[in-house]
């Protein structure tokens, strides 16, 4: 089993009770509604780690991954960045500290990058938006970049849309890394490419993130990816982080029913012979079920569920920790989950 890393004195970020709320919008237009995006998340990165977010879609994981990067900002809790609270630093010390240590690699590279600018120049924008440097230093740490990436010299002069998608997603990763940062989160950073570069960009970040000490926030819908990529999984439901699980043990020993009933229907996971049906869809974001807000589609609910959002629990492994009253025994197959879950008692 893989380790867990151990934070150091502090976690290179670290969220508290962190919400989010937008403004909902029906038909472009902003309502009265509430859409509760992210509801209560802790969540602390160490230096080095993976962590990879799942969840279907809508269940707040972009909006995690955003607040970890200081892009969206919370409307309470804390998100503390090796200690100190990223929201209450003066603005410009706050656009240094994010843009220095993080770096966010988006979906789709071919709007994450301006079209106007050819690769030596996007890639030197962050340091000269953080002067980082003197023209020399940049130029030259434009080349260390590309090499590090693995893209040609040939290409510092062409723009984005002369690249292919996978060169692009590369310049998009150079970009994240610019400015050395400690941590990147990537959203989805294959989803939008050819199937045929997907492993090699999955690759490259896992060289990366070796070769230069990373923590990595990884969020996909690829839950196989996820689990591959990753030291430890959070689970994500209506805007809350359920369980989060040693990675090599997400399968078969996680406790949460949505996480074991997610990874059960991913096909060629070596336990998902027999899936676990969830009923039903996802609640709205807007108005979230009382209680645990998973109660509406699970079939070990109780009263309880509806009155009560679980507290964290430790599991009996180190790492692992789940929000659930009524939780999947650890060591529990699931086969035998999907025929409870089936005939509901
Ligand atoms: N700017 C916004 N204004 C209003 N609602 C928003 C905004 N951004 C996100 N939301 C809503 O917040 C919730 C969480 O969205 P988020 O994009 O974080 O989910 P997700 O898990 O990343 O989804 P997906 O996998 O589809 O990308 C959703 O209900 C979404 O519609």
């Known amino acids: 089993m893989k380790a867990i890393p151990v934070p150091e004195s502090h976690p290179i970020v670290e969220l508290t009770d962190t919400h989010v709320v937008h403004k ?29 977010v799942v969840g279907e879609s809508g269940c707040g994981k972009s909006t995690l991954a955003k607040v970890l990067v200081g892009v969206e900002r919370p409307a309470s809790g804390t998100v503390a960045f090796r200690g100190r609270d990223l929201w209450t630093m003066p603005p410009a010390e706050r656009r ?3 843009g220095r240590s993080t770096g966010m690699i988006f979906q789709d590279p071919s709007t994450a990058l301006n079209r106007r600018l050819p690769v030596r120049r996007i890639l030197r924008d962050p340091m000269d938006v953080h002067e ?22 040939a290409l510092a002069d062409a723009l984005p849309g002369q690249l292919s998608g996978g060169q692009r997603q590369r310049v998009a990763i ?71 699980t040693p990675a090599d043990r997400v399968t078969d020993r996680s406790c949460h029913p949505y996480t074991r009933a997610l990874f059960s229907a991913t096909p060629g996971l070596l336990h998902a012979v027999d899936p676990i049906p969830l009923v039903g869809p996802v609640p709205s974001a807007v108005r979230p079920p009382s209680g645990c807000p998973f ?23 180190p790492g692992h920790r789940y929000r659930c009253h009524h939780p999947v025994e650890e060591d529990r197959s699931t086969h035998d989950l999907a025929q409870s879950a089936r005939e509901p008692s």
Not at 39 to 47: K, S
Not at 132 to 153: C, F, H, I, N, T
Not at 297 to 304: A, D, G, M, T
């Open 24 to 52: 909902a919008r029906s038909g472009g237009v902003f309502t009265r509604d509430r859409v509760y995006a992210l509801t209560g998340a802790d969540l602390a990165v160490a230096p080095g780690e993976t962590v990879g």
């Open 96 to 98: 240094a500290t994010v």
């Open 132 to 153: 980082q440097g003197g023209k020399r230093e940049r130029e030259d740490r434009v080349r260390e970049l590309m090499a590090l990436v693995g893209l040609p010299r």
């Open 174 to 244: 150079a970009r994240a890394l610019a400015l050395d940062p400690d941590l990147v989160v990537a959203d989805e950073p294959t989803s939008a490419l050819d199937v045929s570069v997907r492993a090699q960009i999955l690759n490259l970040l896992l060289d990366l993130k070796e070769r230069l000490g990373l923590a990595l926030v990884f969020v996909s819908h690829d839950i196989q990816t996820v689990r591959r990529m990753s030291d430890r999984v959070i689970t994500m439901y209506l805007g809350r982080i359920v369980e989060e």
């Open 295 to 317: 109660r509406t589609r699970c079939w070990k609910v109780s009263e309880l569920c509806a009155q009560v959002m679980p507290e964290f629990s430790d599991a009996s492994s």
